[in-house]
Structure formats: structure tokens, C-alpha cells
């Protein structure tokens, strides 16, 4: 079992930055690759980042990439997503997930989800 608690999110201006983290216990020692995902209000949960347990895979959404940066630090059993450039459409709940083995892209492939954060981008 592991648990996942997302931090950083907040009310920025088009343009800004945020970076988010996910604080990953529990069941750590064995090698878990992690996502992050979104979710706006009426919309289905998308994909927008996701990075295996070395770092050596790391993927991105169409829709943000070259603007978010994904990195983990495995001693904190962290991970974070550094947001830059944000816009008004990158509003949404943010959800961080953990599951075994390399990194994957759909949600259904996920264990473990945090509770989310709230990222709104106001115009």
C-alpha cells in the first residue's frame, strides 16, 4: 500500500509558475513509477505527466509539454511538478498516482491517487 499526499497547488495568474509535490509513504522501498493527472470540472481525468521509479522515462501530455518539467528524488519518496507558463485552461484538480513497474500514460493503470490539489489560472 502506499499513500500519496499532493501539496502546492493555488490561484496563479496566466503566465505564472507553480510547482506541485506528491509526498509518497508506505510500501516505498520497491520501484514505483508515478503520474500526475488532471481533472476539470464536467471533463474526464487526463493524463499529464508521468516518470519511472529512475528517472530515465519521462513522458508528457501534447498539452504540456515544453512548459512542465516532472522530476522525483526517491531519497524523500517525492515528486514534483514544476509548472511554468501556466493558462487558464491548465485549470483543474491535480492528482498524483503511484503503481508498479515502468511508467504509464492512462489512469486506469494506477493503484494509488492522492486526494488532489487545486490548480486554478485566472486570465
Known amino acids: 500500500q502506499v499513500q500519496l499526499v499532493e501539496s502546492g497547488g493555488g490561484l496563479v495568474q496566466a503566465g505564472d509558475s507553480l510547482r506541485l509535490s506528491c509526498a509518497a509513504s508506505g510500501r516505498t522501498t520497491s520501484d514505483y513509477a508515478m503520474g500526475w493527472f488532471r481533472q476539470a470540472p464536467g471533463k474526464s481525468r487526463a493524463f499529464v505527466a508521468a516518470i519511472s521509479w529512475s528517472s530515465t522515462n519521462i513522458y508528457y501530455s501534447a498539452s504540456v509539454k515544453g512548459r512542465f518539467t516532472l522530476s522525483r528524488d526517491n531519497a524523500k519518496n517525492t515528486v514534483y511538478l514544476q509548472m511554468n507558463s501556466l493558462r487558464p485552461e491548465d485549470t483543474a484538480v491535480y492528482f498524483c498516482?503511484?503503481?508498479?513497474?515502468?511508467?504509464?500514460?492512462?489512469?486506469?493503470?494506477?493503484?494509488?491517487w492522492g486526494q488532489g490539489t487545486q490548480v486554478t489560472v485566472s486570465s
Open positions: 498516482a503511484a503503481t508498479w513497474g515502468s511508467a504509464k500514460v492512462v489512469p486506469d493503470a494506477y493503484l494509488y
